[in-house]
Antibody, heavy 112, light 108 residues
């Protein structure tokens, strides 16, 4: 059974930083592209970032230059380093394996 | 960027009815890269259809997907109580991997 378990959300002030983690089990992690998708309160889904199996990274325009996606295949882990956070980054963040399996989500709240 | 427009925004129907949800793209999409996701309140999304017409693991056969080019459809042949949720279409051929705004199925 594929499982993606997330951690690392919380409350942070504008301009602050936060790091999200996602640990995968039940898959050969290194062979898949992994994604981060977010959902602002009461809103729809927004793709944030992707990292391929060969570590090619892509970002939504809204986060480019502020967020960094990375992976550690030895630890079956995916990360999202979020810097210079803004109010509009407040959302539930999901990790997803090629959009076929999703983590449980973690809430990030940016507020003073 | 590809814009996906879903219609209608909300559908009210009774269990047992047939329903079709529409997703229209602002430019041609490869059918190989069109997905539908189901999301219930307080839960993570769940993949329903990938490649426009292939059911994901564990998805019952009352769900079907069709379409090509710019017009895609998700059909539920007989809606069950557990199917009431928000459905999002998504393209994943190249970034940014955009989602539609969602169609909410609610119980009449």
């Amino acid at each position: 059974e594929v499982q993606l378990v997330q951690s690392g959300g919380g409350l942070v002030q504008p301009g602050g930083s936060l790091r999200l983690s996602c640990v995968a089990s039940g898959i050969t992690f290194g062979t898949y592209s992994m994604n981060w998708v977010r959902q602002a309160p009461g809103k729809g889904l927004e793709w944030v970032s992707c990292i391929t199996s060969s570590s090619i990274r892509e970002y939504a325009a809204s986060v480019k230059g502020r967020f960094t996606i990375s992976r550690d295949s030895a630890e079956n882990s995916l990360f999202l380093q979020m810097d210079n956070l803004k109010d509009e980054d407040t959302a539930v963040y999901y990790c997803a394996r090629s959009f076929g399996n999703w983590g449980q989500g973690t809430l990030v709240t940016v507020s003073s | 960027d590809i814009v996906l427009t879903q219609s209608p925004g909300t559908l009210s129907l009774s269990p047992g009815e047939r329903v079709s949800l529409s997703c229209r793209a602002s430019q041609t999409i490869s059918s190989s890269h069109l997905a539908w996701h189901q999301q219930k309140p307080g839960q993570a999304p769940r993949l329903v259809i990938y490649g426009a017409s292939s059911r994901a693991t564990g998805i019952p056969d009352r769900f079907s997907g069709s379409g090509s080019g710019t017009d895609f459809t998700l059909t539920i042949s007989r809606v069950e109580p557990e199917d009431f949720a928000v459905y999002y279409c998504q393209h994943y051929g190249f970034s940014p991997y955009t989602f539609g705004q969602g169609t909410k199925l609610e119980i009449k």
